[in-house]
Structure formats: structure tokens, C-alpha cells
């Protein structure tokens, strides 16, 4: 008897699996990883100081997002919270031939974001969406310079963290995977640019100086640092949809 339940309730769940309908799904939670290349580069560290070349700097944007979704049968609603996170780059910098320092540079931003997704087309097994979401984000930044030849002549490391709008804007498709699992494969744009980052905690020395926490942070040739995370990218993901 109990072998005849336990393959009645196999039986039952490979049904269930096969009648999976996209039409069917209202609410679910997923999860997605997106990559895309950086306009940044070695800009993040012009002006600095007073050298002039920088071996490395950021070229790529990676990160993820998880959050959920509720759909009715023309638009979907989404919250989630966004994780961006550059990799970390580690460079010198120099004056012609001569090395100034080393620096590592770590940039990562966060953003709790509400979105809208407009579906143009759909039946049982895929679907075509376009969508978009604003939010606030943070940015945390940390610089670390050692070797140091130039004035302050002595290692020393800035934290920064900033706020910025963010906005996105995505079209793509959804199909059924597995089960109540469907993949996402999309192509997103980012609207997201720290303009203004200030001091996370106190600077005795650097190369404009001491500073204090909340000051803003500005290079030596006195523009402000920035960050722009605003880029084409591509998104690929998984929804875990309740029926």
C-alpha cells in the first residue's frame, strides 16, 4: 500500500510538473546575475595626485539581484535589491618612467529598487517583457595606497560611501526551465553615477592632505571623485514561480 501511494504521488508530481503555465504564474522570487564593461578604467584615479600614468584600472561591472515578483496578466511588479561590484583592481602609478605608489581600489554598490515589467507576449512556456525600475543607491568605496615616493611619503588608505538615483531599463525573454523554474536572458541599461562621495572616516595624511569624516572627497587637481556605474549589460537569471 504505501508503495502504491508513494508512486501515485511521483505520478502526481511529474503531472503537475508538465501542466506548468506561464499564464498561471502571480507571484514567485528570483535571482539574477548581470555583467557588462565599464567606462571608468584608469579615470577613477586621474588627478589624484601628481602622477600621471595608472597601470590598472576598472573595466568591467558585475553583480546580481534578487527580490520578488508579482504578475497580473499584462505587467508584472518587481522588488529586489541590486548588488553591483566591480572586481577589485590593483595597479601603480608612476610619472614617466619613475614609480610614484601602488594602490588597491575596491567600489561596490547597493540599491533596493521597485520595478515594472510590461509583457508583450506570452503563452504556456515563454514570454517577452520590457521593463524598468528606479531606486536609491549607495556606494562604498576603499583605496589603498602603499609605496608611497611623493608627498605624504608614508602609506595610507581613504574609505568613501555616496548616494545616487538609480534607473534601469531592460527588455528580454523568459522561458520555462524546470518545473516551476523559468530562465530570464536579458539586455539591460544603467542610469547610476556617484557624483559626490564623501569621507567615511578621518584622513591624517594624503596627497591633498588631512580630512575629516564627511568632507567630500576632491583629487589633488580639485575635481570631485566620482564613480559611474552607468553601462549596457547583460542579465541572466532564474524565477521561482508559486503557482
Avoid at 41 to 48: C, V
Avoid at 118 to 136: E, M, P, R, T, Y
Avoid at 234 to 240: D, P, Q, V
Wanted: hydrophobic share 40%; proline share 3%; aromatic share 16%.
Amino acid at each position: 500500500m504505501i508503495k502504491v501511494f508513494v508512486f501515485l504521488f511521483c505520478i502526481s508530481s511529474f503531472v503537475h510538473a508538465r501542466v506548468f503555465s506561464m499564464n498561471d504564474n502571480n507571484f514567485g522570487g528570483f535571482f539574477n546575475l548581470t555583467y557588462g564593461n565599464s567606462a571608468v578604467g584608469s579615470d577613477y584615479f586621474k588627478g589624484e595626485s601628481s602622477a600621471t600614468t595608472f597601470s590598472k584600472g576598472f573595466s568591467t561591472h558585475s553583480g546580481g539581484e534578487f527580490g520578488f515578483i508579482y504578475q497580473t496578466s499584462k505587467i508584472a511588479w518587481l522588488f529586489g535589491l541590486e548588488i553591483i561590484k566591480p572586481p577589485k583592481t590593483r595597479g601603480s602609478a608612476s610619472t614617466g618612467a619613475t614609480a610614484n605608489y601602488s594602490y588597491v581600489a575596491d567600489v561596490s554598490a547597493y540599491a533596493p529598487k521597485f520595478g515594472v515589467e510590461l509583457i508583450f507576449f506570452q503563452n504556456k512556456d515563454f514570454k517577452v517583457f520590457a521593463s524598468g525600475a528606479v531606486g536609491s543607491a549607495s556606494v562604498a568605496t576603499k583605496t589603498a595606497y602603499s609605496t608611497v615616493t611623493i608627498a605624504p611619503n608614508a602609506d595610507f588608505t581613504i574609505e568613501g560611501k555616496g548616494l545616487a538615483p538609480l534607473m534601469n531599463y531592460s527588455v528580454g525573454g523568459e522561458m520555462h526551465w524546470s518545473d516551476n523554474t523559468t530562465a530570464l536572458l536579458s539586455l539591460g541599461y544603467r542610469q547610476l553615477n556617484f557624483r559626490k562621495i564623501k569621507y567615511l572616516e578621518n584622513v591624517p595624511s594624503s596627497f591633498t592632505g588631512a580630512h575629516t569624516k564627511g568632507e567630500q572627497i576632491r583629487k589633488s587637481d580639485g575635481t570631485p571623485l566620482k564613480y559611474d556605474f552607468t553601462n549596457y549589460y547583460i542579465s541572466l537569471g532564474l524565477r521561482f514561480w508559486i503557482q
